[in-house]
């Protein structure tokens, strides 16, 4: 006599579930207390630090580019200008360097950056005597300035 | 235009102000009390701008210029330069380049693996003694920036997960990007300069 009901009633889950868990338990190996042993609490903490590397990844572009931005200050204040000034000085000659590399240019290449701060200077003189002009009117143009000169 | 106008501000009261005792002729004395400034110094009484330095004459500036050139285009010449650093426009970056650097580029490129590759635009050359800025590219026939490709894979796999809390939304990517390594050979400087 042979029972057969009694296998029926045997429920397969799936053969992979150790598989699966070890996916997960495999990105929190790392992790302090609980959280790198038992699923339950795995699974939530590797889910928040795939959002935070996410979220990481673009506030990383942000913050590299006002590091370069500070450092760039930093070193055109040793050479008695500001950043502002230099960067739009920059541009305004058409030199389309990018603030990491002037920083790293900075930083590694001193004397390069020397050359570019005074061609900043420079082009920075020439724009305030072409604003300041001769101190004399327009031509045509009848003033108090005129006459007292 | 309201420069132009202030300037003739600034200068109209450096000239007035020294006229003004004459009206008064009783009141003048044999020896002046305020010797030095005609005016006395407040807040408005220099325009809030730097002074302006002499101008150097434009023949003076020709002759700098000249001088500059020259020496540069000697140690060209003479190759007395040491290693050549340049600044390259490459994939939409810029990157600061040595010989035998190697540079990772974050996407495919046609070229195949041990093929030569001339890197066209460069921004900035520089040595010891001298740096040569382009303004904004340096010209085709100045310098010569040589790479090889060295390999091409792909990144390691990296997880795009967003996450809303309490609203059942879960969305996870995983984003594998191609590389190619590149080295640089050399950078060449050729000796002609105006």
Redesign the interface.
């Known amino acids: 006599m042979v029972f057969l009901t009694l296998s029926y009633w045997i429920r397969n889950r799936g053969p992979d579930r150790y598989w699966k868990v070890q996916e997960v338990l495999k990105h929190a190996r790392h992790f302090r207390g609980r959280k790198n042993r038992c699923y339950s609490l795995a699974v939530r903490a590797v ?2 630090a ?2 935070y ?2 979220k990481g ?1 673009k506030l990383k572009k942000r913050n590299m580019r006002t590091l370069w931005i500070t450092r760039i200050a930093a070193a055109s204040r040793e050479h008695s200008m500001k950043y502002p000034a230099l960067i739009h000085n920059l541009t305004k ?6 603030r ?2 002037i920083s ?2 900075a930083i ?2 001193p ?2 950056f020397l ?2 701060a005074k ?1 900043a200077q420079a082009r920075q ?1 020439e724009g ?2 072409a ?3 001769d ?1 004399k ?2 031509a045509g143009v009848f ?3 005129v006459l ?1 000169q | 235009m309201a ?2 106008r202030n ?2 501000f600034w ?2 009261c450096s ?2 102000l020294p006229r003004r005792p004459l009206l008064f002729s009783s009141a003048v004395r044999t020896q002046s009390s305020v010797s030095g400034d005609l005016v006395p110094r407040t807040s408005l009484s220099r325009p809030p ?1 730097p002074e ?2 002499a ?1 150097v004459s434009e023949e003076e500036e020709r002759s700098r210029h000249a001088a500059v050139v020259s020496t540069v285009n000697q140690k060209i010449n003479q190759r007395q330069y040491g290693r050549l ?1 340049a ?1 390259v426009h490459f994939a939409s970056r ?3 380049v040595t010989d035998e650097d190697l540079i990772l580029i974050e996407n495919h490129i046609d070229a195949e693996c041990g093929e030569r590759i001339r890197m066209e635009k460069v ?2 050359v ?1 040595a ?1 003694d001298f ?1 040569l ?4 590219l340096l010209g085709k026939e100045l310098v010569r920036v040589e790479a090889t490709v060295i390999e091409k894979t792909e990144s390691w796999p ?6 809303w809390r309490r609203h059942r939304f ?1 969305r ?1 990517k995983i984003i594998i990007q191609p590389q190619t390594v590149l080295r640089i050979n050399s950078i060449e400087l050729a000796p002609r300069l105006t």
């Open positions: 889910r928040r795939f959002v590397a996410t990844r000659t058409s030199v389309q360097l990018n990491r590399v790293e240019l590694t290449e004397r390069s050359s570019l061609l003189q305030f005597r604003a300041l002009g101190g009117e327009p003033s108090r300035v007292l | 420069l132009c300037v003739g200068r109209t000239v007035l701008w302006q330095t101008l650093f600044v810029q990157w600061k921004l900035l520089g010891e740096t800025i382009g303004r904004p990296k997880v795009h997960m967003r996450f879960e996870k």
